[in-house]
């Protein structure tokens, strides 16, 4: 069965820092992987995705993802991180049958 | 980009009654549309799948008679939360899939808010 695991239930940075959410998955073929952010009281936003090529995937708000089949992660990143950033952050595998992590709450210090 | 509207965003409601959530695709047709229940600093869990003129797939543990789907059109599902309880108090999300040629993209709805008092 599928699986998605997001090892960090929460992670704080300093503004201007740089990031990473780790994300690893269980899936029984190429997956598709997703990264989604969440605001409070919101609905979820796609940041990024990945179905196959490149992968080093690039996604909305400077964020970017690198699938890696070897380590079965598809950790996400950020150079520099903005106050507005923080959030909580989903990574999703699947297609139709779609599962997520148990999210990161991201905490960005002035 | 796509937009899912779901309404209401918050909703209050007496023990007993039933509450109607709609989901619409406003710039897409979606085919399958998701319905996910959120409880407070959890991850989505995954309700039912609805397709377009067919009955919903629900997941384990769902009641399909608590929770009625119904997905009439390309561009609308509804979620009925019938004879609502404290317990069914939640942040309910849809989301509307579209198929961007390798593989199916889901954009989420804003969410609904569901208080049962």
């Given at each position: 069965a599928q699986s998605v695991t997001q090892p960090d239930i929460h992670i704080t940075v300093s503004e201007g820092a740089s990031l990473e959410l780790r994300c690893n998955y269980s899936y029984g073929a190429t997956p598709y992987l997703f990264w989604y952010v969440q605001s409070p009281g919101q609905g979820l936003q796609l940041l990024l995705k990945y179905f196959?090529?490149?992968?080093l995937v690039q996604g909305i708000k400077g964020f970017e993802a690198e699938f890696k089949r070897s380590q079965s992660s598809f950790n996400l990143r950020k150079p520099s991180v903005h106050w507005s950033d923080a959030a909580e952050y989903f990574c999703a595998v699947g297609n139709n049958d779609m599962r997520f992590g148990a999210g990161t709450r991201l905490t960005v210090k002035p | 980009g796509a937009v899912v509207s779901q309404h209401p965003s918050r909703v209050i409601c007496k023990s007993g009654t039933s509450v109607k959530i709609e989901c619409r695709s406003l710039d897409f047709q979606a085919t399958t549309m998701f319905w996910y229940r959120q409880f407070p600093k959890q991850s989505l869990m995954l309700m039912a799948t609805s397709n377009e003129g067919s009955k919903a797939t629900y997941e384990q543990g769902v009641e399909k008679d608590k929770f009625l789907i119904n997905h009439a059109s390309l561009t609308l599902s509804t979620l009925t939360v019938t004879s609502a309880h404290p317990e069914d108090s939640s942040f309910y999300i849809c989301s509307a899939g579209t198929w961007l040629g390798t593989g199916n993209i889901q954009y989420f709805g804003a969410g609904t808010r569901l208080s049962v008092l």
């Open positions: 196959s090529g490149d992968t | -």
